[in-house]
């Protein structure tokens, strides 16, 4: 049965700090990975995606790896800005097209 | 092109009362999802659509919940009678069908479904 889970559930820094959120997922045999942002009270929204082929993938200053074999991601998010303050959202999806979810990174910058 | 849609954004019930949900996918989409997410809870696969067909409904908690997707287009997903417990945010998403390649979903905006 495949399980996510996200590192760290809540994290604090200042605004221009670089940081690292972290997912593992516990059955390497995934199509892709994704990461969404949510606000609160709102939806989701996709930041990035990873096919199971590749390794990692770039947005701005947000850049996501992924690494099958040992069922680890990691979203690095470059000079942190208080509009990141949101719940960072690791999902993977598994054969059959469904998608798990972790419970989230609760991220704030502080101005 | 418009995302996935969802109806109501927010919906605020009595124990025992009935709440439908909808979701319209982006067109083209095959595929079709519900997801829900209870207080304090990761989010949760409920069940999978292909087309107007079932593909996967393990995730449906019980049978007060009924999903249905007549002509492949739209989805509506029915609670009857809402329970305290029920109270979540309930996500659509959408995906379009490549072979076996599992492309990327794309999500609504959710319901909020408060039963009080």
């Known amino acids: 049965k495949q399980e996510v889970t996200q590192i760290p559930a809540a994290l604090s820094v200042p605004e221009g700090e670089n940081l690292v959120l972290n997912c593992s997922f516990t059955?390497?045999?995934?199509?892709?990975l994704q990461w969404f942002r949510q606000d609160p009270g709102k939806g989701l929204t996709s930041l990035l995606l990873i096919q199971s082929s590749q390794r990692e993938q770039t947005s701005g200053r947000l850049n996501a790896s992924l690494d099958k074999s040992s069922g680890r991601s990691t979203l690095y998010i470059a000079a942190s800005q208080p509009g990141d303050s949101a719940t960072y959202l690791c999902a993977v999806a598994t054969g059959g097209f469904k998608t798990i979810f972790g419970a989230g990174t609760r991220l704030f910058v502080k101005a | 092109e418009a995302g996935v849609t969802q109806f109501p954004s927010h919906s605020v019930i009595e124990k025992g009362q009935t709440v439908t949900l909808r979701c319209d996918p982006i067109s083209g989409h095959d595929n079709l999802y519900w997801y829900r997410r209870v207080m304090g809870k990761e989010i949760k696969f409920l069940l999978h659509f292909v087309k107007e067909s079932k593909q996967d409904e393990s995730g449906m908690p019980n049978n007060r919940f009924l999903a249905e997707r007549t002509g492949g287009t739209y989805s509506t997903l029915k609670v009857q009678p809402a329970e305290l417990e029920d109270s979540g945010v309930y996500f659509c998403?959408?995906?379009?069908?490549?072979?076996?390649?599992?492309?990327?979903?794309?999500f609504g905006q959710g319901t909020r479904l408060t039963v009080v």
């Open positions: 998403a959408s995906s379009s069908r490549q072979g076996a390649l599992n492309t990327e979903a794309f």
């Open positions: 059955d390497s045999a995934i199509y892709n």
